[in-house]
């Protein structure tokens, strides 16, 4: 299988023509989403929705239950991409993407309490390098971290 935006697109086209087996599609799915640069730009929010409802919630690429409280869950990146849906819980790791520049601005980190029907999945394929909850954030209330930016500007909505 190839990796990135292309096997993510390959992914859902199987899906549609029903052509992915559902026991392949939950570990695949996960996987996909990992190795997408940025898995919306390749395949868009409603696709996304429709793979991970087909899945269910995982772990690790394996079926497993929500956990059963919400959690505090942070997200690096600039304003316009705050409702993306990879956050951690993580502060260096939502440090790094606020401090990448992604989408040509520096960012912030913005936090939310996401209660576990938002949450798709629990990701952590690189051994605790760059562990993610997928979250739906349609509706989510998203705030900006207590955080100040080290590259000088504000962080607001």
Same mark, same amino acid.
């Given at each position: 299988m190839s990796y990135g935006d292309d096997a993510? +697109?390959?992914?859902? /086209?199987?899906?549609? /023509?029903?052509?992915?087996?559902k026991d392949e599609a939950i570990s695949l799915v996960p996987e996909?989403?990992?190795d997408a640069e940025h898995p919306f730009e390749a395949l868009g929010a409603r696709k996304w929705g429709e793979l991970w409802d087909y899945i269910g919630y995982t772990h690790n690429g394996e079926v497993a239950s929500r956990p059963d409280h919400s959690l505090t869950l942070l997200r690096g990146s600039d304003s316009a991409h705050r409702h993306g849906w990879s956050w951690?819980?993580?502060? +260096?790791?939502?440090? *790094?993407?606020?401090?990448?520049?992604?989408?040509?601005?520096?960012?912030?980190?913005?936090?939310?309490?996401?209660?576990?029907? +938002?949450?798709? #999945?629990?990701i952590d394929l690189r051994d605790g390098i760059e562990p993610e909850f997928v979250v739906r954030t349609e509706?989510?209330?998203?705030?900006? *971290? #207590?955080?100040?930016?080290?590259?000088?500007h504000s962080c607001t909505m």
């Open positions: 993510v +697109r390959e992914v859902y /086209r199987r899906f549609a /023509r029903d052509e992915l087996p996909t989403w990992s951690t819980t993580e502060r +260096r790791i939502a440090d *790094h993407y606020a401090g990448k520049g992604l989408h040509s601005n520096y960012g912030c980190i913005w936090e939310a309490e996401v209660e576990p029907r +938002r949450l798709l #999945a629990f509706g989510l209330v998203i705030t900006p *971290h #207590a955080w100040q930016s080290p590259y000088g």
